[in-house]
């Protein structure tokens, strides 16, 4: 069965901190995905990757970064943390192809105080 | 930027009744997808419809897509409590560009009452 996991369910930092998130998928997809998903406004998509060592930004890649340094394995950072980024953060991984749907983690619950 | 919009926000209907969600997006589409979140966890995928198509069935699940309205529908029928979750719309574009990302609304929440 597809899995994609992410590294932490919940998590509090502190403004101006460097934080990682973490996803990792055991499909060997291509594509990896960030989301950033606010009540009322759906699911943002933060930045993107369809290659090892790839990545484009989506709609709302200010005060985030990525890195995919292999193909199973794509982080986001924030540089510095603020409390407007307080949200619920989702991953995903599809197969290349126009026909492939996503396959999401359960989340990541981030909190900046 | 948004593509698809969800019609209701919210909708609440008695188990064994049907639930009708609408989708709404804005430019051409090479497919449109919807997913399914429950509370706390990440989506889950449900069904796509190709552009060139007009109804798709899966289960108690039937999509409806209308290019020329710009518009989708999801039907579940004979609902039951466990089908109580948010609803997502997602569409992907029809240029290279836009080819490997999905678009979302802001999703329909549904409860479904026992």
């Known amino acids: 069965d597809v899995k994609v996991t992410q590294s932490s369910r919940y998590l509090v930092k502190r403004t101006g901190e460097k934080v990682f998130l973490e996803c990792v998928q055991d499909?060997?997809?291509?594509?990896m995905f960030w989301y950033r998903q606010d009540p009322g406004l759906g699911l943002r998509l933060i930045y993107f990757?369809?290659?090892?060592?790839?990545?484009e930004k989506g709609d709302i890649p200010e005060g985030y970064s990525v890195s995919r340094e292999k193909k199973e394995r794509f982080s986001l950072i924030l540089e510095s943390a603020s409390t407007n980024q307080t949200s619920m953060y989702l991953c995903?991984?599809?197969?290349?192809?126009?026909?492939?749907?996503?396959?999401f983690g359960d989340g990541t619950r981030l909190s900046i105080l | 930027s948004q593509q698809g919009e969800e019609d209701p926000q919210a909708l609440s209907i008695q188990e064994g009744e049907n639930a009708t969600m609408n989708c709404s997006y804005k430019?051409?589409?090479?497919?449109l997808q919807w997913y399914r979140q429950n509370s706390g966890r990440g989506l889950v995928h449900l069904i796509l419809?190709?552009?060139?198509?007009r109804e798709k069935h899966s289960g108690r699940l039937r999509v409806t897509l209308d290019t020329s309205k710009k518009s989708s529908s999801l039907l579940i029928t004979a609902s039951r409590a466990a089908d109580t979750a948010s609803y997502f719309c997602?569409?992907?574009?029809?240029?290279?560009?836009?080819?490997?990302?999905?678009?979302f609304g802001s999703g329909t929440q549904l409860t479904v009452l026992p």
């Open positions: 995903a991984s599809s197969d290349r192809g126009f026909f492939q749907p996503q396959h």
């Open positions: 499909m060997d997809h291509e594509n």
């Open positions: 990757s369809y290659d090892v060592k790839m990545k």
């Open positions: 430019t051409s589409i090479n497919n």
């Open positions: 419809i190709r552009s060139n198509e």
């Open positions: 997602a569409t992907k574009g029809g240029d290279w560009g836009s080819a490997r990302q999905l678009t």
